[in-house]
């Protein structure tokens, strides 16, 4: 596996022994698992309209990824409200 200067930092940090693990506690434990839980929650259901291209070229590129349609749909859109998308518009003559 290949590492960035970051990744490799941290490695030689907790192999050498200049970095050392704790113990989560019980609280932080319990947040993780809260926040996992609620990434995980889905409890909207809608329904859209797509040109039957769209759909085909979404499921093609789900298969690819070994993941469902609709779990790449969510994620898109996901990505998209926390800012990780950004939408390119294009101004003609520009």
């Keep these: 596996m290949k590492y960035d200067k970051e990744e490799k930092y941290i490695l ?8 050392q693990l704790s113990k989560p506690s019980k609280m932080e434990i319990e947040a993780i698992k809260t926040a996992a839980d609620n990434t995980f929650k889905k409890d909207r259901r809608i329904t859209i309209r797509l040109y039957d291209h769209d759909l085909i070229g979404i499921q093609k590129k789900a298969m690819e990824m070994g993941i469902p349609y609709q779990t790449l749909i ?7 409200i926390e800012g990780e ?3 390119k518009t294009v101004i003609e003559g520009r």
């Design 85 to 87: 998308l950004i939408i």
């Design 74 to 80: 969510s994620g898109l859109i996901h990505r998209y």
């Design 12 to 19: 030689d940090a907790l192999e050498s022994g200049k970095l």
